[in-house]
């Protein structure tokens, strides 16, 4: 009894043993999934844009008239810009700085991957915001 349970093991195991050295070399190694490849690259270029100087860019998006009120700006991390100004804010209500200070906002929020941004004052202070949760979605708000 054992000795027919044997003789189909061994040829079930041979029939193994084969198929596996008839495999092309090609499929025996998985291919990457679509998925992992995908999400390997936007971590890649996140890392990448995390700290980038956007002074430059910040000031053509601009205009020639407000760029020299934009000292510096960077990309904080992915989609958020902080942009350094040396506009001074009088706290008046409808004042031109404010003016000058969304004008600079709403160029910037236009830029590509844009989604948070902050307009500071000279002093460092936060002046307007734009992708704020606690300001109206889509515009740049005076805070």
């Known amino acids: 009894m054992r000795e027919a349970f044997l ?9 193994l043993a084969l198929a596996g050295c ?13 998925s992992v490849a995908e999400s ?5 270029t996140a890392a990448a844009a995390e700290g980038t100087d956007l002074t430059e860019q910040v000031r053509a998006a601009v205009g020639e008239d407000l ?6 700006a960077e ?14 804010d009088p706290r008046t209500d409808d004042s031109a700085e404010a003016g000058q200070a969304i004008y600079i906002c709403d160029a910037v ?8 941004v902050s307009v500071m004052e000279s002093d460092g202070s936060t002046f307007v915001v734009y ?7 889509g515009e740049c708000s005076e805070v």
């Open 7 to 15: 003789v189909p093991a061994v040829g079930l195991l041979a029939a």
């Open 22 to 34: 008839s495999a092309p070399t090609e499929a025996a190694a998985p291919a990457e999934s679509p």
């Open 40 to 44: 390997a690259a936007p971590a890649e």
């Open 67 to 72: 760029a020299p009120l934009v000292t510096s």
């Open 75 to 88: 990309q904080t991390e992915p989609g958020r810009v902080q942009v350094d100004t040396s506009i001074s």
């Open 109 to 116: 929020s236009g830029m590509d991957a844009v989604e948070h």
């Open 131 to 137: 992708g704020h949760p606690a300001y109206p979605a």
